[in-house]
């Protein structure tokens, strides 16, 4: 009898990490697996299942204008018992720390399935940095029965927790998976894209690209502010360099920098951009300046060194191997370092070289291997 697998997950960043699972599932006849989105992000969520060529079973639809914590966290617990009660599922698959995998989580366990933690043991260490998803992280390890842990470290967090070992595999990260199929995708001549045509038309890639983004919660207000000043510094001492900056639509975000660094004739402030797209604009780019965790995690696969944002980070073995370096908001800093990394041949191609602690782009495989064997 096949094994029925329930894969669940709702945002841009969840969708892109468990897309490879899907595929790599989807091939083994020795599974029947079904996927379900909430759709916790809506077009962004849209634009990498059609990357992948993914098409979901199920669709709960359960954006809404100025969600809060309260009403999503609710409202997906209730929409997946209809679709638990239908599926019937062995396994449930959930992904990292968003307020998806910490309810879908709640939802499985009171349906009696057993919940798998894709990306699990990465910590903070305080429940309010970062917030929720630091909180929503250590519940769904709670809850979980199977745990995919991206490195030793995360693994050993874990442990620490009492999570038993023979419940526990060190699989890589599943993003290096999807970043290897998505960079292979956009450089085949065949490949078609608006957006990376339009990026053609507006950087000079003879020049340096400095690729920005930035818009976690902790970082709004004065941080960002810092931040921004900081990029301006960078393009101003350096007119030889483009520093490209794709906004994130919360307010809190686009007021700022739009005011900040609107008119700056090196700094090309434009909207969000599509999964492939930014990939593409990855793999061209010089160096990154970001507070995402994706990032600090795909860019050492692509030998472009990172500039982090933030005060702590839950992926420590990117700053203990090198490929990142974690800055806080401090305008100095990021000066500083922006500045290095662009004027010294030797100290970039340093960073540049190191091996990526996150994977080697068979993580998804290891999981169903794993799995299979249950």
């Known amino acids: 009898m096949k094994k029925k697998n329930l894969i669940v997950f709702g945002t841009r960043p969840e969708a892109i990490k468990m897309a490879p699972l899907v595929k790599e599932f989807l091939k083994n006849d020795n599974f029947e697996t079904t996927v379900c989105v909430t759709a916790q992000h809506r077009e962004m969520l849209d634009q990498v299942l059609e990357f992948f060529e993914i098409k979901p079973d199920y669709d709960l639809n359960l954006m809404r204008p100025n969600q809060n914590l309260y009403t999503l966290t609710a409202s997906i617990i209730e929409n997946m018992k209809p679709v638990l009660d239908e599926v019937k599922p062995d396994y449930v698959y959930v992904h990292g720390d968003t307020t998806t995998s910490m309810a879908v989580g709640i939802a499985a366990f009171y349906g009696g399935a057993k919940i798998c933690h894709v990306e699990a043991g990465l910590r903070t260490f305080n429940r309010q940095y970062p917030f929720p998803e630091e909180f929503n992280r250590q519940l769904t390890g709670k809850i979980a029965d199977f745990h995919f ?137 010089y160096l990154i300046i970001t507070d995402s965790g994706g990032i600090q995690e795909e860019a050492p696969s692509l030998g472009k060194p990172v500039l982090v944002t933030r005060t702590t980070t839950e992926r420590p073995e990117a700053v203990e191997e090198g490929t990142v370096i974690l800055l806080g908001t401090d305008t100095d800093r990021i000066v500083e370092e922006s500045n290095k990394l662009l004027n010294n041949t030797k100290y970039y191609n340093e960073m540049s070289m190191l091996h990526n602690p996150y994977g080697d782009g068979k993580a998804s495989e290891r999981i169903v291997n794993f799995i299979e064997k249950k």
């Open 149 to 285: 842990s991206p490195t030793a470290l995360s693994k050993n967090n874990l442990l620490a927790e009492n999570i038993k070992e023979e419940n526990i595999l060190v699989t890589g990260n599943t993003v290096i998976d999807a970043l290897l199929y998505g960079i292979e995708k956009v450089n085949d001549s065949d490949f078609k894209d608006e957006e990376i045509e339009n990026l053609k038309t507006v950087l000079d890639f003879q020049k340096k690209i400095i690729l920005v983004t930035g818009h976690r919660r902790e970082n709004h207000g004065d941080g960002l502010i810092k931040i921004c000043s900081a990029l301006k510094t960078i393009a101003e001492n350096n007119p030889d360099v483009e520093i490209i900056y794709p906004v994130h639509l919360n307010p809190n975000v686009k007021g700022p920098v739009n005011e900040l660094l609107s008119g700056i004739t090196n700094i090309y402030l434009v909207a969000p951009l599509a999964y492939p797209s930014f990939i593409w604009l990855m793999e061209k780019s």
